[in-house]
């Protein structure tokens, strides 16, 4: 068993998109356009958890609480003619989390593992847009289940499935997400090479919903980047493998190194 403590300073950089000038558009009357003066966002994160190893499992409890400075969000304001929104991302006050998280694993078989993850937390937003004042706070939960399945030295096969939780925003609510992803391996020419299949979006689910909610108006839309499921196929030879794998139990064995990970020479 581990008792753990942990802190970090982590930053979330702008994205080109949101930041460039340039404006698209969803029809004639709703426009987007990024904010050139957008900051980066930080987020002091502090987390103590307690970690138990099992023979052929673990499980991981953690509580956490994050401070982000200049959140990053997505704020709709209307034009000056009233008939038309302009979405832009902009920086707000400050946004403060608490939660809890459950990760788990476990080995069933020799050929089926089967990995967890919950995430339950209360998160408060706050801030300022425009000489409005802006305040979401909600109460909500992603969970993530991850199958591992091998037959034999035939194949590998993974079933994840992703779910999150309906969420408040300083301007209305997203909607609940599932996804199902699947993926599927084979080794060839004496593991030299692989073939893997992935199957992207499964039930066509992967759709953001989203109800605005301002002073002027309300909204509801629908974005999805692609429509139906995702087939990627990829073919995956592995050039000189026998000399790596050589090599690396020359490293592990002592055989050939000079005990700090360099080569003998001649």
Do not use: C, M
């Not at 698209?24 to 050139?36: E, I, Q």
């Not at 995430?119 to 706050?126: G, S």
């Not at 969970?143 to 969420?167: G, M, W």
């Not at 000399?243 to 001649?266: A, C, H, I, M, V």
């Amino acid at each position: 068993s581990q008792l753990q403590l942990s802190y970090s300073r982590r930053i979330n950089r702008p994205r080109y998109r949101d930041l460039s000038p340039l404006s698209s558009f969803t029809n004639n009357r709703n426009f987007r356009v990024g904010n050139p003066e957008l900051q980066p966002e930080f987020t002091d994160s502090y987390e103590l958890g307690y970690l138990q190893n099992f023979d052929n499992s673990s499980i991981y409890y953690g509580v956490y609480y994050r401070h982000t400075n200049d959140p990053i969000q997505r704020v709709n304001r209307p034009a000056d003619d009233n008939n038309v929104v302009v979405s832009r991302e902009e920086n707000l006050g400050v946004q403060n989390s608490y939660g809890i998280e459950v990760n788990a694993n476990q080995d069933f078989t020799e050929w089926y593992r089967l990995t967890g993850n919950f995430n339950f937390y209360r998160q408060v937003t706050e801030g300022e847009a425009y000489g409005e004042q802006l305040y979401a706070e909600t109460v909500t939960f992603s969970t993530r289940i991850s199958n591992n399945i091998k037959i034999k030295d035939f194949l590998t096969a993974q079933v994840n499935l992703n779910y999150r939780a309906p969420e408040n925003r300083t301007q209305g609510r997203r909607e609940a997400i599932t996804v199902l992803d699947l993926g599927f391996t084979r080794d060839l020419l004496n593991k030299k090479g692989s073939l893997a299949l992935s199957i992207r979006d499964l039930l066509n689910s992967r759709k953001y919903r989203f109800e605005t909610e301002t002073s002027n108006y309300i909204a509801e839309s629908e974005w999805q980047w692609r429509r139906g499921p995702q087939f990627v196929l990829t073919l995956n030879y592995r050039l000189n493998q026998t000399d790596r794998d050589q090599r690396k139990g020359e490293r592990d064995s002592g055989e050939g190194y000079d005990g700090e990970g360099n080569d003998f020479k001649p």
